[in-house]
């Protein structure tokens, strides 16, 4: 893997066009150094470009820095400049031979947490940062609820800071430890921990030469070949009808197309489909791959289907394989996340989009709001406030068909929205909050950390 | 290690893996069709540029085989390359569709906006650029836009609310989850769309390469009259250059964005491929901005302070 780490060499153009995306989320604060470690990322995947690198220089020395602040690469805007804070989630891009990579870099702290969540939202994968000096803390807790919460398939426990604690197996095996069975009690399937110093270099990009008890992955290893697609067989299929095709000319009279982005599963030319929420059926007569016919089709496809019979179809329609299609209720019990500044309350009638509907609702009930640190619940609060994560009770005015959030991450979330000024409100996810604890897993079927 | 090296094999075998350019692709034209579900009146920023080209294609390959479904506006700041106005019109005829311009020569001819002293007309395009949304009654503009290009735009959301002003605030941005956008606006308010957001420069070329898409030519390295202003090699002509003391010679380049004649610079280059330019930005060592925009220079804020008042 010594390719990934030599940013001197480009990449050639074939290299260039076969690597495939990760999106990835990092949580922890400027303490934690998780501003080094990102800006070590970028620095040695050849991703700061000398302008950027002289902009930041720049600006850092006006304010009276010795060395550049990293943050300033994109805590753009003027406020957070003035302020030396990140307030929103920033988006980084680099790329190794092997992977692009998206990040999301999110503040870490409470008042944050609803960026967390936003950047978790998409994430394949998610970086908790820890101090190997303090070990498992309050914050550390939090991040590994909101990576549970939102169902990333993948956590890496970043063990900071190794070079303080002088490189002690122990302090890493500890710290490890008890975050792995916190985080697998909340059900994240897979957790990787690494140590680490972003300082030093430790094991970010390049082996580190002073664990060598530590055999397992650096942080970027890890990140360029963790898998990015799941086992599709055992997901259910998902289309949400975005938008009918119908082009009506001389040269396709009759051609009427679905179109929509695959959210879960594989489509097939035909497979017997149920439109949801009407419940008829069909079966699929042909997929078009943005112009090209294929016999079948998966997630995150954006494709169109052409079915056999001319049923009623469109915007804000579910396609699903009939042998496969989930309930449709106008109840929904979900857990949230409150994003706005105006608080959610009992009572509030809101807009719910899901998949490509957007419906009307009612908030029906707020039994409990959670508190992330400890995960104690709170029950009635009455009201939830921005960054508050709670269980809510909603009313639909029409069905919907709903996965379970843990079966489906894009099908068993949705949004709500403020009816009279659009304001995105509350990010909610179908069903309970958290997955069953699993049992402490100790073959050797997960990459853990194999020191 | 072999633990790791086991997960590796199962990333390159799976059938399920889409390229990184397929994943961007499927994603932008998700956006599209978003756009074309939920909204009235929604136009293409146009300006003959590699970013807005490759979005018109992906808003072909989101409707064929039916027609886009979107009208294009070109904000046309009289100092156009004519080989990029000369792409546009062909462009247009090309696919049948309507083209709307918004210019700011009119504007200064009848006074309603003044040449700046430094000949400069990029910021004289939001003026025109409001005006025109507001007057077609546009309701959702596409711009090509990514998030990698400048700070200000990394934090810029795929589905942006302008309010009547076209002001952006970045403090009232709605936070965007999984991919459920929301595009909910007041009368006169309009929401602008990046389905670039997450490309990188060398995504859109890779994509330009992989997909075939023709360029105007001035993307490739040919013989030009330049001179040097502030780092930079601007084209001789008649919006203002060359100035006293400055000198024209002919320079083998090729320009890695298409804007404003006055504030765009070309690089040294003899890149005429697509893989030459691929290679080329591959290895440098500026971002395009950087190596090009003198608007971008001005101040830290620049981009930021151009974006609050309703620029792309």
Not at chain 1, 154 to 179: G, Q, R, T
Not at chain 2, 226 to 248: C, H, I, Y
Request: proline share 5%; hydrophobic share 40%; charged share 25%.
């Amino acid at each position: 893997m010594t390719s990934t780490t030599e940013p001197t060499e480009p990449l050639s153009v074939e290299q260039l066009s076969a690597t495939t995306l990760l999106r990835f989320a990092t949580a922890g604060s400027v303490d934690d150094g998780k501003s080094t470690l990102v800006g070590r990322l970028l620095h040695d995947s050849k991703s700061i470009l000398t302008d950027q690198l002289e902009a930041v220089e720049r600006a850092s020395a006006s304010r009276g820095q010795d060395t550049p602040d990293l943050a300033l690469l994109t805590d753009g805007l003027r406020a957070e400049r003035e302020q030396g804070i990140t307030i929103d989630v920033a988006y980084r891009y680099f790329a190794t031979a092997r992977r692009r990579f998206i990040l999301a870099d999110t503040p870490g702290h409470v008042q944050y947490t609803r960026n967390m969540v936003t950047g978790a939202s998409t994430a394949d994968l998610a970086v908790v940062l820890v101090d190997a000096r303090n070990g498992v803390i309050e914050q550390t807790r939090r991040h590994a609820a909101v990576a549970a919460l939102l169902r990333v398939p993948h956590v890496v426990l970043a063990v900071n800071k190794m070079d303080l604690v002088e490189y002690k197996e122990s302090v890493f095996a500890a710290i490890a430890e008890e975050f792995t069975a916190y985080a697998s009690e909340l059900g994240v399937p897979e957790i990787t921990a690494i140590p680490i110093s972003a300082l030093a270099g430790d094991n970010v990009v390049d082996a580190s030469a002073n664990m060598d008890w530590y055999g397992g992955p650096t942080v970027l290893e890890h990140l360029e070949t963790v898998p990015v697609s799941h086992d599709l067989a055992h997901c259910h299929a998902r289309l949400p009808v975005q938008y009918v095709i119908r082009p009506q000319t001389a040269e396709h009279p009759d051609y009427r197309g679905y179109a929509g982005q695959i959210a879960a599963g594989t489509f097939r030319v035909g497979e017997s489909v149920t439109v949801l929420p009407s419940g008829r059926t069909t079966k699929v007569a042909g997929i078009d791959l943005l112009g090209k016919p294929v016999d079948i089709a998966w997630t995150p496809q954006s494709v169109t289907l052409l079915l056999e019979d001319d049923i009623d179809i469109s915007r804000g329609d579910l396609l699903v394989p009939s042998k496969d299609a989930p309930p449709t209720t106008q109840d929904v019990e979900a857990t949230v996340c409150h994003v706005a500044d105006e608080p959610l309350t009992v009572g509030h009638r809101v807009l719910l989009k899901h998949g490509t509907r957007t419906v009307k609702a009612i908030v029906k009930d707020i039994p409990s709001r959670l508190t992330l640190d400890d995960l104690s619940l709170h029950p009635h609060p009455g009201r939830l406030v921005a960054n508050d994560i709670g269980r809510v009770k909603i009313r639909t005015a029409e069905p919907l068909p709903l996965d379970a959030y843990a079966d489906s991450r894009r099908t068993g979330a949705f949004i709500l929205i403020d009816p009279a000024d659009g304001t995105t409100l509350t990010a909610g996810m179908v069903g309970e909050s958290f997955a069953a604890p699993q049992p402490v897993k100790d073959d050797s079927d997960d990459d853990g950390w194999d020191f | 290690m072999t633990t790791v090296a086991s997960v590796s094999e199962e990333t390159e075998s799976s059938p399920y893996a889409l390229s990184h350019l397929d994943a961007l692709e499927s994603e932008a034209v998700h956006i599209f069709r978003e756009v074309a579900g939920e909204f009235e009146r929604p136009v293409i920023l146009f300006s003959g540029g590699k970013d807005s080209i490759v979005m018109l294609h992906l808003a072909l390959k989101a409707f064929a085989p039916a027609a886009v479904p979107f009208t294009l506006l070109h904000v046309d700041t009289g100092h156009n390359f004519p080989e990029v106005l000369d792409y546009r019109d062909r462009t247009v005829e090309q696919h049948g569709l309507r083209l709307h311009v918004a210019s700011v020569q009119d504007y200064i001819d009848r006074g309603a906006l003044r040449e700046r002293p430094d000949g400069t007309r990029n910021p004289l395009q939001t003026l025109p650029l409001t005006e025109k949304i507001q007057s077609e009654r546009f309701d959702a503009v596409f711009g090509g836009g990514r998030r990698d290009e400048e700070k200000a735009r990394a934090k810029e959301r795929v589905f942006s609310l302008r309010d009547e002003f076209s002001q952006w605030d970045p403090r009232r941005q709605r936070p965007e989850l999984w991919q459920l956008y929301n595009g909910r606006h007041a009368p006169g308010e309009h929401v602008r769309v990046f389905p670039l957001s997450n490309w990188t420069e060398l995504d859109v070329w890779q994509y330009i390469a992989r997909e075939g898409i023709e360029l105007p030519d001035i993307y490739f390295a040919h013989e030009r009259e330049v001179f040097q202003r502030s780092n930079m090699w601007l084209t001789a002509g008649e919006w203002g250059g060359p100035k006293d003391g400055e000198t024209v010679e002919k320079r083998l380049v090729r320009y890695r964005t298409v804007g404003d004649m006055s504030c765009t610079g070309a690089v040294d280059s003899d890149a005429t491929t697509l893989d030459a330019v691929i290679t080329e930005i591959a290895a440098s060592r500026l971002t395009e901005r950087g190596a090009t925009r003198a608007d971008d220079k001005m101040s830290e804020a620049a981009m930021e302070d151009r974006k609050r008042e309703g620029y792309f």
